[in-house]
């Protein structure tokens, strides 16, 4: 699927865009049923301008369930991180009028240890985005040590409500940064540990994301993702009935189980 230029920039940078993997019209499908989902959370009721969080959400409807097994995903991600990589959960979010509009920098997975284990987000945004409305911001090789650690005071400022933090004396938004624009049937791929931000989000930016981890192969691992993805290990019996998305969620249970064991 990707080409050793692509592989080589994700290592690198941490990050990878495809640009128009999904067509108009496919993209027309994804929203309707992704909007399926958010009615269906509201009960039924119109759209009241709250924000939307869920998790899980692909879950709730076969056709974003059918963007997991496509291979312009299930590939990219196999590709990523290697045959075996294990599914680790999916959510729907929708901004609101009651939002603040900036996300302050940080990375999912913060800290030294967790760089060292390989995790994937994957976005889909449902509304275009740019620089001034709310695109995704990286800094890119900041999932690796040491610039990892570099950036641990942008962490800090992470759940400051209602103001943009200052760090290494620039404001949030003034931190040099990639802006992904993007516009709907784009994809994003970055690793968890990855510092990102937005600023300028505006109500009714959506966006479905996919995330999926390489087989934790220390307890450590194991005990990282029992902290971050801990739902995960509760299957649901849709992901079973797919024959594709089978193989990344068989041993999900068996090794909560295990995981349990270590932090009890």
């Known amino acids: 699927m ?36 958010f009615t269906a959370d509201r009960g039924g009721k119109a759209d009241d301008g709250e924000p939307q969080s869920l998790a899980p959400f692909a879950e709730l409807h076969p056709r974003l369930l059918d963007l997991a097994e496509d291979d312009r995903i299930y590939g ?30 940080h990375a999912d997975r913060p800290g030294a240890a967790e760089t060292e284990y390989r995790r994937l987000k994957v976005m889909i945004y449902l509304e275009p985005t740019t620089k001034e409305h709310g695109a995704l911001r990286v800094i890119p090789g900041s999932h690796r040590m040491p610039f990892h650690e570099w950036l641990w005071p942008l962490q800090s400022h992470h759940f400051k409500d209602g103001t943009i933090g200052n760090s290494f004396g620039a404001k949030g938004e003034e931190i040099p940064a990639c802006m992904l624009e993007v516009v709907p049937g784009d994809v994003v791929f970055f690793h968890h540990s990855l510092f990102h931000a937005a600023y300028g989000k505006f109500p009714q930016r959506r966006y479905i994301a996919f995330k999926f981890v390489t087989p934790p192969d220390t307890d450590a691992k194991l005990k990282s993702m029992q902290k971050y993805a801990a739902y995960a290990f509760d299957v649901d019996p849709v992901l079973l009935a797919r024959p594709r998305l089978r193989s990344v969620v068989e041993d999900l249970p068996a090794l909560g189980e295990r995981a349990r064991t270590l932090v009890s």
């Open 76 to 105: 990219v991600v196999e590709d990523l991180l290697g045959s075996g990589f294990l599914w680790s959960g999916s959510e729907g979010n929708k901004e609101g009028v009651t939002d603040k509009g900036e996300h302050n920098w």
């Open 2 to 37: 990707l080409t050793p230029e692509q592989l080589e920039h994700f290592d690198v940078f941490g990050f990878l865009c495809l640009r128009q993997a999904f067509s108009a019209e496919e993209m027309m499908d994804i929203t309707r049923a992704a909007d399926e989902v």
